[in-house]
């Protein structure tokens, strides 16, 4: 059973409508802040070591330090989570640059605000394109290069993103992917890319945010014997692959069936898809790499 939502703001828990963030922010404002979307099924919450990880790199490229150790870090988000009452969860943190303290612009100056809250798990796209695959859209716009905002920041400013979505769904798709300026695939707005052929697992190798999902999925496709390629992909890949697949904490791994006008040649879902997506709610279920975060 859910229990009224709280959520952590900089070291109080607050009922979810008393947790406010300022007009003057920065993350409001100009979305300058990270993130995470950590996962919870029956009540184990999913590589909490790796978020945190992932989130302290964002952090500390983005110059952002609110302070807090790993063991703080552990102990909010596990509360929060724990508090929500939920078993099967998403936990979002969000670390935005803060406010300017008055009579300085100097961005130095401001004071990190950090947000926890745990929503009931949501999974990306409906029942029925979990079993028939959805539409994925290659977009017009590139991705941005590392030389620019480094795709490896998991950061709040998701214009771009969003942008792709729209485009996507007004040209009748359920999701988009990105090149990068050389035409080497990056990932799509909330999910690493995956593409089979001939057997053999493929993914991008740079471009990309490092997601969580991704790497149990190449180390699952290792123990099922399935041979792994990372390594630069182009459009090409994804139009001739067998199998196509999204991958994230809240998708899983969502089968593509057409990729831009081509249809994916195996049947949604193909069966590596099918092996590994199996594997990992396996793994799930056994609570391997798993946090325990109530209620019993
Ligand atoms: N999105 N690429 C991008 C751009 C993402 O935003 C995400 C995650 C991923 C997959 O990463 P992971 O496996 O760690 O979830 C890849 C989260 C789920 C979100 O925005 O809600």
């Known amino acids: 059973m859910a229990n009224a939502p709280e959520v952590y703001v900089n070291g109080r828990y607050l009922p979810a409508g008393e947790a406010h963030v300022s007009f003057f922010d920065w993350g409001f404002q100009f979305g300058d802040g990270v993130y995470e979307v950590i996962s919870s099924w029956q009540g184990m919450m999913f590589r909490l070591d790796d978020h945190l990880d992932r989130l302290d790199a964002s952090m500390h490229a983005a110059r952002l330090d609110p302070g807090l150790d790993r ?19 998403g936990t979002r943190i969000i670390v935005s640059r803060g406010a300017q303290p008055p009579g300085t612009s100097d961005l130095r100056a401001c004071r990190p605000n950090v947000f926890i809250a745990a929503s009931p798990y949501l999974f990306l796209g409906t029942e029925e394109q979990r079993v028939k695959g959805i539409r994925l859209m290659v977009a017009h716009q590139r991705g941005m290069p590392a030389d620019t905002l480094d795709p490896r920041y998991k950061h709040i400013s998701r214009l771009q993103y969003n942008l792709a979505r729209i485009e996507a ?116 279920a056994e609570g391997r790499h798993g946090t325990p975060v109530g209620p019993d």
């Open 169 to 284: 769904a007004e040209a009748g798709y359920d999701d988009v992917g990105w090149l990068s300026h050389d035409g080497s695939v990056q990932e799509a707005p909330r999910s690493n890319l995956f593409a089979v052929r001939a057997g053999v697992l493929q993914t991008p190798a740079a471009g990309i945010l490092h997601g969580i999902t991704r790497m149990p999925f190449c180390e699952l496709a290792y123990e099922l014997g399935i041979p792994v390629e990372v390594r630069p992909l182009t459009a090409f890949d994804l139009f001739v692959a067998d199998e196509v697949f999204t991958c994230s904490t809240s998708g899983a791994a969502l089968p593509v069936r057409e990729v831009s006008g081509r249809s994916v040649r195996a049947a949604v879902p193909g069966p590596i898809t099918r092996r590994l997506q199996d594997a990992y709610w396996r793994i799930r």
């Open 71 to 89: 063991a703080q870090w552990r102990d909010a988000v596990v509360e929060v989570t724990r508090r929500s009452g939920l078993r099967d969860a």
